[in-house]
């Protein structure tokens, strides 16, 4: 379910709980936002994220108008899914025949630690994904439900980015997705050589071990790794679209040797060069 509200700013909604998770992108207006008692402040630009099961409730703070697109959903469908509704009852007044209605909450396998506001960064790609959701179930198109729900998968996606790519530390969002960002562009830069991580350390200007945990985090592998992934890569197109002797492939991609290379290869492809171009 997905709408675009304005409500004005005598709009109150009191401690609740819902079955599902509740997604909002703040965009006019400021809310108290309460979760299990604890008062968050939300500003547009904000995205706010309610779960199953937890009592909550928002307050309009000044007197502009409120601006919310919101989306209610299940990340996992079972054979309650259908009968789901938006509750706005205590978790006292909810009947004992409907708690098998609570969908389970499995944000924190995917993101643990996932506040309940958060800042993004990267608002208007986050806004935009949800109004496209909302237009599409406005509109109800054929296939309407596989276009939204992959959407809503990318609208996910970038939250979750926002928070593990955010605030660790003290340290500013925008730095920690800078530094993998850097590190990778400068990886790209050298393909035709090998790199340590004393040398991208010197290059970023911030300690080895904090890019390495920064790059992983944003790409999955650390960046020695990345780097020999990328060089293999590289090797493979050289290898099925040029007449160049392994020697040379072996050499325009940072391997000192041809036995070296061939060694890297067949351990990542599980065929020797070769054998791959063949």
């Known amino acids: 379910l997905a709408w ?18 509740e997604f909002i992108c703040l965009q006019g207006g400021e809310l108290d936002v309460v979760v299990e008692g604890v008062h968050h ?41 259908p009968f789901v509704y938006i509750s706005f009852a ?7 025949d409907e708690h098998k209605l609570f969908r389970e909450d499995i944000l924190d396998d995917l993101c643990p630690q996932l506040p309940p506001v958060i800042h993004p960064k990267n608002v208007k790609t986050i806004e935009g994904l949800l109004m496209s959701i909302i237009h599409e179930k406005d509109n109800r198109m054929v296939y309407s439900d596989l276009v939204v729900n992959g ?23 925008f730095s920690n997705q800078s530094i993998a960002q850097q590190v990778r562009e400068y990886l790209n830069r050298n393909m035709d050589r090998s790199v340590s991580l004393d040398e991208l350390g010197e290059n ?6 904090h890019l390495c945990r920064q790059f992983k985090r944003a790409f999955g592998v650390s960046p020695i790794q990345y780097h ?35 060694r890297a290869f067949k351990k ?8 791959y171009r063949r």
């Open 4 to 21: 675009d509200s304005w409500l004005d700013a005598s709009w109150d909604l009191p401690t609740r709980v819902i079955f599902d998770y």
């Open 90 to 96: 205590d978790i006292a007044d909810i009947a004992p």
């Open 228 to 262: 020999l992934d990328s060089r293999i890569d590289r090797a493979k197109l050289l290898l099925v679209t040029t007449d160049a002797s392994i020697s040379d492939i072996a050499e325009s991609v940072g391997f000192q040797s041809i036995y070296s290379f061939s």
């Open 151 to 173: 959407m809503f998968m990318q609208f996910l996606g970038e939250i979750l980015r926002e928070v593990s790519l955010g605030e660790e530390r003290g340290a500013p969002h």
């Open 41 to 81: 402040h939300a500003v547009p630009g904000d995205v706010i994220i309610f779960r199953p099961g937890q009592r909550h409730a928002l307050h309009v703070i000044g007197s502009a108008p409120i601006h919310q697109p919101h989306i209610h959903c299940d990340l996992i469908a079972d054979e309650n899914s």
């Open 268 to 275: 990542r492809e599980n065929v020797s060069p070769s054998v």
């Open 204 to 209: 970023i200007h911030v300690s080895k071990y």
